[in-house]
């Protein structure tokens, strides 16, 4: 069974960068998305892009576009979400989470432990 | 882009009342459409996936329905550990993309 176990949290300060890292251990990469969600305090779940290991497309949500690079390193199985321009909005919890079946199809059924990512000056 | 207007926003209930919320897309989405349990501190939980299937290992009283632009998610008896915020999530294939809903949290009476 893939287990998602992501990085530390992070402290940033406004302008900055954040990259947070997913590890899937137990197994290899498929062709199922890894997908990065957040969820800032008080708010609701906002997905933000994903990708399919095996293969090179991303896909990121608008909201994000120039912001947000998903990359992945398949000799250690492990995704990366690297997030620029930091402001106090993006304070949030960030998951990476992974798909029931091939692709994107059928909703996220594994998900990471989350990791807190701060902006504070 | 396809938006999703969940609701209500929040709710109040008593132990065994059946409770239902309500997704809406802005366009016809087929059955892509997924429920998620959310509660503070751990990670959404997949409950129904593809807008009437149950996760394994999700207690039956967990409920979907519908397709095209209308879904329902019910608790047929609420319990005391289904206190959580429960999201919609829909999916778009052109380009892959998701859009959650904006929570109900369910709360005991």
């Known amino acids: 069974q893939v287990r998602l176990v992501q990085s530390g949290a992070e402290v940033r300060k406004p302008g900055s960068s954040v990259k947070v890292s997913c590890k899937a251990s137990g197994g290899a990469f498929t062709n199922y998305a890894i997908n990065w969600v957040r969820q800032a305090p008080g708010q609701g779940l906002e997905w933000m892009g994903g990708?399919?290991?095996?293969?090179?497309?991303?896909n990121y949500a608008q909201k994000f576009q120039g912001r947000v690079t998903i990359t992945t390193d398949e000799s250690t199985t492990t995704v990366y979400m690297e997030l620029s321009s930091l402001t106090s909005e993006d304070t949030a919890v960030y998951y990476c989470a992974s798909t029931k079946f091939s692709g994107y199809r059928g909703g996220l059924d594994r998900w990471g432990q989350g990791t807190l990512v701060t902006v504070s000056s | 882009d396809i938006q999703m207007t969940q609701s209500p926003s929040s709710l109040s209930a008593s132990l065994g009342d059946r409770v239902t919320i309500t997704c809406q897309a802005s366009q016809d989405i087929n059955n892509y459409l997924n429920w998620y349990q959310h509660k503070p501190g751990k990670a959404p939980k997949l409950l129904i996936y593809?807008?009437?299937n149950l996760e394994t290992g999700v207690p039956s009283r967990f409920s979907g329905s519908g397709s095209g632009t209308d879904f329902t998610f019910t608790i047929s008896s609420l319990q005391p550990e289904d206190i959580a915020t429960y999201f919609c999530?829909?999916?778009?294939?052109?380009?892959?993309?998701?859009?959650f809903g904006q929570g109900t949290t369910v709360e005991i009476k």
């Open positions: 593809d807008a009437s």
């Open positions: 990708t399919i290991p095996v293969f090179t497309a991303r």
């Open positions: 999530q829909q999916y778009d294939s052109l380009p892959p993309m998701y859009t």
